[in-house]
């Protein structure tokens, strides 16, 4: 009776791995298609056969399932449609709460004849006891075993926990955003703080509903319900082919990360010695995102999914993220043995955020690569919204403390003029506008800050077809927001060699969107590669850290020079549009002095 109560009670089975042939190779994306005398490989529908009762009642309960999610995300228009009709009355509930009662018993029902049919079948009673033998005794011998099984994963032990290496044991989320600044305005305290306080409601609702979702559309339920079968097979791949271990991490929030971790370390590639750690993009996975780019190039991986994507809990807020990046950090150098030197991070679209604030907190990590990445939300935002709501934004950068020197490059003229009319009613700011202003201050001020923290090389891969990340049109490369990312970082890094002079030309080199322009450009300021390269080092060997003071004595044709050289250096052009995978050969390491 009590594994019965364990069939019903249990978590659904979706594969059971196949044991790989000894000898058998490791087969990359380039060699999937079938090839005489090699079978092809199974689906992974072949692996586990539920029986007929159990098959149908998960069908039935999947069905439930999207069907409370659709009636969750559409609540407020039923509410708002119900009290119009006059529906919303005591007699009438009590009415819906009868039907509520008889769906919930006939779906309790279908889950105990689910039950059944697990209990029938010998290879889900076998699942189940090492599920069991699993959390009862948690050795590794019996891990390895529940290894073999894909199953959902809330049931999956926990293999790592944050307070495991660190000596932090209360459950305070780690560092994340500095503490707003305080300006004239909002030293006058408590009255100044009732005006903003609407704004701020608003703002808390919006991007905690509806807000999040549309920053992250991975962490919609219907999304990933709807990718599952990709993110499966993915998993399938990862795991069968590539030796792929899957872990779960428990963060200092309590989130639990869903990672998988690949590991050449013992082969005889010396790309293997390296980590390299993935961030994925706002609806990216690790099952199918950018971790296959440095998987294919030979290097040891370990992906992660963001809170709220497949299997990890919580929600993509920027202190859960943090969160989640710290306990990924912390596993691989306590639990995977790498050292901090021998770990790249690799980042694609907004996992620019996680990877800068790692590599900030870990300065010591070998390099940085962020593909697709940008500086700012706002203006990203500002091309897909309605132009009314462009002066509610521009509100926001003066109310919340941005500042008008970076509005500059994000508004035009008559934008901030007729904005800074209103400035004095900021109170009223639309809450669509409102929505997006935490996650400003999280993507905007705090990627750059956290980027001018890291010491180490890094490398910026442009899109030049990205459609994503411009704020008019693909064929602008201009209006790149990588392109800014790629300035602060040498403004802030060489500010002597990056003023007036060193900036324009970089940003002359930054129109060329092929290699022959970039030539041009490169050979129109007689660059000489070599004597940038030597007046570097020899500024290395005598200063620390940054930013450097190179360049102060120096001619103009000098920092042009050095200028051009630094920017060609850490910027790789990709000639792709924004969710192109990266080919494994365009996956470069910064360069480095």
Known sequence: MAKLLSCVLGPRLYRVYREREPGRPHRHRSEAAHTPGVPPEPSWELYYQPRTLEKHADSILALASVLWSISYYSSPLAVFYLYRKGYLTMSKAVAFSHYAGTMLLLLAGIACLRGIGR??????????????????????EHKKKLA????????????????????????????????????????????????????????????????????YPGSVYLLQKALMPMLLQGQARLVEECHGKRAKLLACDGNEIDTMFMDRRMTSHPQGKKLVICCEGNAGFYEVGCLSTPLDARYSVLGWNHPGFAG???????QNEANAMDVV?????????????????????????????????????????????????????????????????????????????????????EQRGAALQ???????????????????????????????????????????????????????????????LLLKLLQYRYPKVMADEGTRVVQEWLKASTPMEEASVYSRYEVEDDWCLSVLKSYEAENGSFPWSVGEDMTVEGRRQLALFLARKHLQNFDATHCTPLPPHEFHLPWKL
């Open 119 to 140: 209990w029938t079948n010998p290879q889900y009673i076998q699942f189940i006891t090492i599920l069991e033998d699993a959390h009862r005794y948690g050795t590794p």
């Open 148 to 215: 073999g099984y894909n199953f959902d994963f809330r049931s999956w032990p926990v293999d790592f926990r944050w307070d495991e290496a660190s000596s932090r044991s209360d459950r305070r989320n780690v560092p994340l955003l500095r503490p707003e600044p305080k300006h004239r305005s909002a030293v006058n305290g408590f009255l100044h703080a009732v005006k903003k306080l609407p704004c701020q409601i608003a703002s808390y609702i919006v991007s905690h509903t509806f807000g999040r979702r549309m920053l």
């Open 312 to 318: 990890s809990t919580g929600v993509p807020f920027p």
């Open 329 to 413: 950090m912390q596993y691989a150098i306590h639990h995977l043995h790498f050292q901090p030197e021998d770990i790249i991070i690799y980042a694609w679209s907004i996992g620019g955020f996680t990877a800068t604030w790692a590599t900030m907190l870990y300065p010591e990590v070998s390099a940085l690569v962020l593909d697709a990445s940008f500086d700012d939300l706002v203006p990203l935002a500002l091309k897909v919204m309605p132009e009314s709501w462009s002066k509610g934004i521009y509100v926001l950068y003066v109310v919340r403390g941005i500042g008008h020197q970076d509005s500059e490059a994000v508004f035009e003229p």
């Open 422 to 484: 209103t400035v004095h009613r900021a109170e009223s700011v639309s809450a669509s506008a409102v929505a997006l202003c935490p996650f400003h201050l999280w993507a905007k001020p705090e990627l750059n800050c956290s980027l001018f923290r890291y010491p180490g090389p890094v490398l910026l891969v442009r899109r030049t077809k990205d459609e994503i990340i411009t704020t008019t049109v693909p064929d602008d490369i201009m209006s790149n927001r990588g392109n800014n």
